[in-house]
């Protein structure tokens, strides 16, 4: 059984940081690429970022480049977004995902899903 978990959210102000983990089980995250979706209220899941298989390559949208970095621990089998200057438009719940592909920016192409995790920027 595939699982992912996802940990690390919670309240901050803006400027500040964030760590959220993706921890996989029943699969090699080195075989398969790790993307990151966001949902803000009243909006639908938007792709943000992605770090792909077997290179560890990773994908980012403008609106965290430079602020958000992905990194894999495959002794842990666990992928970490550091999310660093957040602002309050980066309000949403987080979710990580799991394919077979290279980072695609669709979400159907993703087949194993976190359970999500808010974040919330605010002063």
């Known amino acids: 059984q595939v699982q992912l978990v996802q940990s690390g959210g919670g309240l901050v102000q803006p400027g500040g940081s964030l760590r959220l983990s993706c921890a996989v089980s029943?699969?090699?995250?080195?075989?398969?690429?790790i993307g990151w979706f966001r949902q803000a209220p009243e909006k639908a899941r938007k792709w943000f970022s992605c770090i792909r298989a077997s290179d560890n390559k990773t994908k980012y949208e403008d609106f965290v480049k430079g602020r958000f970095t992905l990194s894999r621990d495959d002794a842990k089998n666990t992928v970490y977004l550091q999310m660093n200057s957040l602002k309050p438009d980066d309000t949403a719940k987080y979710y990580c995902a799991a394919e077979t592909g290279r980072c695609s920016v669709l979400a159907n192409n993703y087949h194993y899903w976190g359970q999500g995790t808010q974040v919330t920027v605010s002063s």
């Open positions: 029943g699969l090699t995250t080195d075989f398969y690429s």
